[in-house]
């Protein structure tokens, strides 16, 4: 189905294709928490090119693929057909040479999601003790136990990128770009911090001492408790953050501009103790700040980057993006309150949003917007009633920000059902929405005649 997407944003006159993360989605299914930062999702490998391809014999037929997405469901009907393409697939020199290429992570994700598989999908904080510590003899036991499942994660790694490499080929001939998204921090039931523990602040059993997340906000009233564990910034600089540039260059090898999710924490974080029931309690603590980006631009050049700089933010972190030359965001559904900030006033190095995943869509943000929101939104925007949705995303589109930017759910017009995620809860109706089947044309021809209006 991508490229048929790929091939209906051409027909809209849209000419950027914004993604969550792609890497495989771990805890409550979140892109934002996964088990690897260099791994690709291999449920998103095409089973249509598998077959073209010759690594499998047939699709089988399916349930119903409308409404929220069952993960269980999807992995139960692919995962067969991902081994027989995995095992199919000739061990030629392609393969070496993408091990090759990619070794500093391939590996030990390969036995990470062995050893997850043995231990029925646990958390490796729960594993034993000498494979949690990565003891070299229950290493080389367990690469010798699973080696069969390490091949077979290999391959499917290699499946990934190169569909990837082929849909993005073909995004491209269609004047597509893609924006890709990096999470600012990594789960502690991931193969990085499995592998490189000495990166992040961990206490004497190698466990988070400190963990992530914000302090009471917008979203919840006890802030957002997200648990990832907390970088050791101090072991990231002798090297020249080399992990950390390791993975920008491998997302970049994939896309062509990259969102960092939750920039601040360059800038300044909000610390938790690991034992905290809430975010709630905690203390600000300052990040590398330009020292990260300029070891960045020596590495990669000029660093083709987003930052997400939303929130109640220090003035560091703002003074950080201008520092670093940083395009920062600007989210329509927030510019209605106090102080308001209309589209029609944000400055012209900023990325233009109706709203984000993390934002109601706008039509059930309108159904809950304040009298003094909807008035100001008719005043400064001329926002109606009956075409909220509609206006406000031709307001952003009329904005000077350089690139204008919608869920796919505000361009349908969708109500709250269609909500990608409540931050701050865990549940079955965060990252399932999806969507059942392509737009119609005639959505592409609305859109299509908004670029040329507002020369987008």
């Known amino acids: 189905m991508a490229y048929r997407w790929v091939e209906w944003l051409a027909s809209a006159g849209v000419t950027w294709w914004q ?15 996964a088990f690897s930062a260099f791994a690709g999702n291999t449920l998103l490998i095409s089973p249509e090119l598998l077959l073209a391809d010759g690594l499998i014999e047939d699709i089988p037929l399916r349930d119903s693929t409308s409404g929220p997405v069952d993960f269980e469901l999807a992995q139960a ?38 050893l997850k598989a043995a231990h029925g999908g646990g958390s490796l904080l729960d594993w034993p003790e000498d494979l949690r510590r990565r003891s070299p003899t229950a290493l080389d036991e367990a690469r010798e136990r699973y080696s069969s499942y390490m091949e077979r994660e290999v391959a499917l ?8 490499a082929r849909m993005r080929a073909h995004a491209a001939e269609h004047g597509i770009h893609l924006m890709g998204d990096v999470p600012i921090f990594v789960a502690a039931d991931s193969a990085d911090f499995w592998t490189k523990p000495e990166l992040f602040d961990v206490d004497s059993r190698g466990n988070p001492r400190v963990v992530a997340g914000v302090p009471p906000d917008y979203f919840a009233e006890t802030g957002q408790l997200w648990g990832n564990p907390l970088y050791a910034w101090e072991a990231h600089e002798p090297d020249g953050y080399s992990w950390w540039i390791a993975r920008l260059r491998g997302l970049l090898d994939l896309v062509d501009i990259v969102r960092i999710d939750h920039f601040r924490a360059f ?23 330009t020292k990260f980006f300029d070891a960045a631009r020596t590495e990669l050049g000029e660093l083709p980057l987003i930052a997400e700089d939303l929130g109640e933010v220090h003035d560091i972190v703002p003074e950080l993006r201008d520092a670093v030359g940083l395009p920062g965001m600007k989210i329509a559904q927030f510019a209605f309150t106090t102080p308001p ?7 012209a190095h900023t990325i233009g949003y109706t709203g984000t995943h993390d934002n109601d869509t706008t039509l059930g943000w309108w159904s809950q917007a304040s009298e003094v929101e909807k008035e100001r939104a008719a005043i400064l925007e001329d926002i109606n009633h009956a075409s909220a949705a509609a206006d406000l995303l031709r307001a952003v589109w009329r904005s000077d920000s350089v690139i204008a930017v919608a869920p796919i ?17 865990v549940g079955p109706h965060n990252w399932t929405w999806r969507l059942d089947a392509l737009p119609t044309p005639d959505r592409a021809v609305w859109l299509q005649r908004l670029n040329v209006e507002t020369q987008r």
């Open 409 to 425: 759910q505000d361009v349908l017009g969708l109500d709250t059902e269609a909500r990608m995620n409540l931050p701050g809860t």
């Open 157 to 164: 790694q290699f499946i990934f990128f190169d569909q990837w």
């Open 19 to 33: 993604m969550l993360p792609i890497n495989p989605p771990g805890f409550a299914a979140s892109p934002y928490q």
């Open 341 to 347: 900030d209309p589209p029609s006033a944000w400055p």
């Open 77 to 114: 009907w692919k995962n067969p057909l991902l081994a027989e393409a995995a095992d199919r697939l000739p061990h030629d020199d392609r393969i070496r040479e993408f091990r090759d290429r990619n070794s500093f992570w391939l590996d030990d994700y390969a036995l990470f999601s062995a």
């Open 267 to 289: 800038a300044d974080y909000w610390e938790i103790p690991a034992d905290s029931p809430t975010a709630e309690q905690g203390r600000w603590v300052l990040g590398p700040d």
